[in-house]
């Protein structure tokens, strides 16, 4: 086994590139040659800095995303730089991936809707209180708890036929109060 000198190590990509440099990159909307000849281009949401990886996203003229590409950094050969603007598509590029659970909510709409599943978990015949050692958690049963904003994917629960019977339950819960709320019965 013989020990390579300095001379004939390589160093890896990371070493050679910051990562400061690549987060310059970050919303503003690029064009990438790659190895292939072929040209990719969109507003880059997010670098990889170990891989080099450029997550880059098209947009309709709506703000509404039209292709999402990994453009991988081993296959990159070159990137220009096309506007630098990062106002342009911050919003929409940080609304990307979170779930309508990660949205910020007021504490009136939170009560709101707190009610609106309580009242609908009641009609439906499922027993659900609130937690005592969490007041803004429900519960079901002692054996599913639903946390704010009390959507289906706020539900935690080992018991997987449980959760998803709750889950779809508060899939048909109706938005709007008036609608007949008896439509949604488990079956």
């Not at 599913?144 to 019977?165: A, D, R």
């Amino acid at each position: 086994m013989s020990v390579d000198g300095p001379e004939d190590t390589q160093k890896h990509d990371i070493f050679e590139e910051d990562p400061g440099d690549l987060m310059r990159y970050v919303y503003k909307e690029i064009e990438i040659c790659t190895v292939d000849g072929r040209s990719h281009r969109g507003w880059v949401y997010t670098v990889d800095p170990v891989s080099l990886t450029f997550g880059l996203v098209q947009f309709l003229p709506q703000k509404q995303v039209s292709q999402i590409e990994f453009i991988l950094g081993h296959a990159i050969k070159d990137i220009v730089l096309l506007n630098d603007n990062v106002d342009t598509y911050r919003d929409a590029l940080d609304c990307l991936f979170k779930s309508a659970s990660s949205t910020v909510v007021s504490s009136a709409e939170l009560t709101c809707r707190r009610k609106k599943v309580v009242s609908w978990m009641m009609k439906n015949r499922i027993p659900v209180e609130t937690c005592r050692e969490q007041p803004d958690v429900l519960s079901v049963g002692d054996v599913l708890l639903i946390n704010p904003p009390y959507l289906p994917e706020n539900c935690q629960s080992t018991n997987g036929i449980i959760l998803n019977k709750i889950q779809e339950l508060l899939r048909r819960l109706p938005a709007d109060s008036n609608e007949d709320i008896n439509q949604g019965t488990i079956g």
